[in-house]
T-cell receptor, first 117, second 115 residues
């Protein structure tokens, strides 16, 4: 069975510092990988995704994640965080089925990023 | 194009009552997914529906929970005879298809409190 582990429940960091949010997954089949962000009292928004091709994927607001198949990891990084990045971040996987996916996401427990001034 | 709309945003029910959670997918989306987020936990998949069909209900509790997505109208997640352990945030997501480049868009969730 697939599972996703986010090793840190909370990550406090000062503004303009770099940050890494860790995500490991276990699956016996090929997967697609996602990071979602949830701001307070809002729904989840897709931050970035890995489907195929380059193992390094980037978002429009400076986040990036690298798919590492040998380590079954998909860690999220940002070289310099802002106060506005304070939110909860969820890593998720979706199982490949044929040429597509099932649409069903398996989520990690979430990591709360707290950016301090 | 409005996003995924869930209502109510907050719902309080007494033990033994019924809870009905509604989800209107984005325009043109015919795939709906329901997830539950218990306190201090990540989102857990409950059920996947297409119009009038349940495709995957492997995450649904065997009793008291049901879901539908009729031809007309929103998807409904129904919880009968609620118990305190049902208190959680329930999120709905919708997608146009289930193919490789399809993105699932999430609603803001319904926070159910059972007192």
């Amino acid at each position: 069975a697939q599972s996703v582990t986010q090793l840190d429940s909370q990550v406090p960091v000062f503004e303009e510092a770099p940050v890494e949010l860790r995500c490991n997954y276990s699956s016996s089949v090929s997967v697609y990988l996602f990071w979602y962000v949830q701001y307070p009292n809002q729904g989840l928004q897709l931050l970035l995704k890995y489907l195929s091709g380059s193992t390094l994927v980037e978002s429009i607001n400076g986040f990036e994640a690298e798919f590492n198949k040998s380590q079954t990891s998909f860690h999220l990084r940002k070289p310099s965080v802002h106060i506005s990045d304070t939110a909860e971040y969820f890593c998720a996987v979706s199982e490949k089925v044929g040429s597509g996916n099932t649409g069903k996401l398996i989520f990690g427990q979430g990591t709360t990023l707290q950016v301090k001034p | 194009n409005a996003g995924v709309m869930q209502n109510p945003r907050h719902l309080v029910r007494r033990r033994g009552q019924e809870a009905r959670l509604r989800c209107s997918p984005m325009k043109g989306h015919s795939h709906v997914y329901w997830y539950r987020q218990l306190p201090e936990e990540g989102l857990k998949f409950m059920v996947y529906l297409q119009k009038e069909n349940i495709i995957d209900e492997s995450g649904m509790p065997k009793e008291r929970f049901s879901a539908e997505f009729p031809k007309e109208g929103p998807s409904i997640l129904r919880i009968q005879q609620v118990v305190r352990g049902d208190s959680a945030a329930y999120f709905c997501a919708s997608s146009r298809t289930s193919g490789v480049n399809t993105e699932a868009f999430f609603g803001q969730g319904t926070r159910l409190t059972v007192v």
